[in-house]
């Protein structure tokens, strides 16, 4: 599996049967490019321009935008319900994590979260192999929620999205912490690249985050 970092908080995994793109996002908002990008299934964490511009991909076969069981193309996508916020959404509205069964590999999503992972939830994700997670702050959580929760799902790898980077509009992100922050509390092993790639065999017993550049 190839994954490739498009920015904020969209990448583009692509599988041997099927390509997913994550939150595409409006451009003129986020401050960072987004053309031409092709994916047959997108998703959609949340209904915020940041991360529901589903128009924007080409190709796309299908489009999902919240909870529940999924069948598509040899992808299995599984939504599980959360909160932008600490307070069950009443500032920030609802959430969606997905995970995704692709090439072997289990791939967490999860988007905009604003808490902490419950032990139910946690245990409804199932073993993580890669795990996507926000860690600017501000809109999510922050750099020591993100290392709370990276110690209770345990993936092999963690990418970081959702932070601080050259470009994005400092008119609605300035107060986003920069990814070093996250990676000096996680305390792991870190490994920057233009892009994953990936095979449930490359997987081993030491946990690392991989930081990639955006496409």
Do not use: C, W
């Amino acid at each position: 599996m190839d994954i490739t970092y498009l920015g904020h908080s969209s990448f583009r995994l692509k599988g041997k049967s099927a390509t997913v793109v994550t939150d595409p996002f409006d451009p003129k908002m986020v401050g960072l490019k987004f053309s031409g990008v092709e994916g047959d299934i997108v998703t959609v964490s949340h209904d915020h321009k940041d991360h529901n511009q589903a128009q924007l991909v080409k190709n796309t076969k299908r489009v999902i935008a919240g909870p529940g069981e999924y069948e598509i193309m040899g992808v299995s996508i599984l939504g599980f319900a959360a909160y932008h916020d600490a307070e069950k959404g009443e500032k920030r509205g609802k959430n969606t994590i997905y995970v995704f069964e692709m090439d072997g590999l289990r791939i967490a999503h999860l988007g905009d979260l604003g808490h902490e992972l419950s032990e139910a939830l946690i245990e409804d994700l199932g073993d993580i192999d890669i795990l996507i997670i926000p860690v600017g702050g501000e809109f999510t959580i922050g750099p020591s929620d993100a290392v709370k929760v990276v110690q209770a799902i345990e993936p092999s790898l963690v990418i970081p999205m959702h932070f601080q980077t050259p470009g994005l509009s400092p008119e609605s992100f300035k107060a986003l912490a920069p990814v070093d922050d996250f990676l000096k509390e996680v305390g792991l092993t870190v490994e920057r690249l233009p892009k994953l790639v990936v095979k449930k065999e490359d997987l081993g017993e030491d946990q690392k985050v991989v930081v990639l550049e955006k496409k």
